[in-house]
């Protein structure tokens, strides 16, 4: 499935619900459903600096398929990153590097997340991005 696929995907299952507390519920249990993370996953190599909860990314694969795992100590930011992991796990490094989150914006998260949490998600964004660019120059050496 392409990833502007996957991104239609999750816009329409948030045009399901009509309040935003609902859409704040459906992402808390979003994040119920993450893989836990194994402790020793959670170090301070794999932290997402930027982000006021703790969020934790490993990414894994080759440049052709790269598999994230994510998990946070905080219950909205879980489902942030289950959207994140949802959209980009399993794609290549290219792929990722250039498709943008339109999601966010469609969904109307930039305005409904508070700045902490948005400073959060853009930060998770970044590293990803960056560490699939990273993955896409070894393979080109």
Wanted: aromatic share 6%; net charge negative; charged share 25%.
């Amino acid at each position: 499935m392409q990833l502007s696929e996957r991104q239609q995907e999750i816009i329409d299952e948030f045009q399901f619900f009509e309040s935003w507390m609902d859409k704040y519920q459906y992402l808390i249990d979003l994040g119920k459903d993450l893989e836990p993370m194994a402790e020793t996953d959670k170090t301070d190599d794999n932290l997402v600096r930027g982000c006021q909860s703790q969020v934790w990314m490993v990414l894994d694969g080759t440049p052709d398929e790269v598999i994230i795992r994510a998990n946070s100590d905080a219950a909205i930011v879980s489902g942030l990153i289950a959207l994140v992991v949802r959209l980009y796990s399993g794609a290549s490094a290219r792929d990722i590097v250039h498709t943008e989150p339109t999601f966010v914006e469609a969904l109307g998260l930039s305005q409904h997340l508070s700045p902490t949490r948005a400073n959060g998600l853009a930060s998770m964004l970044t590293r990803l991005k960056a560490e699939a660019a990273a993955l896409l120059s070894q393979s080109n050496t």
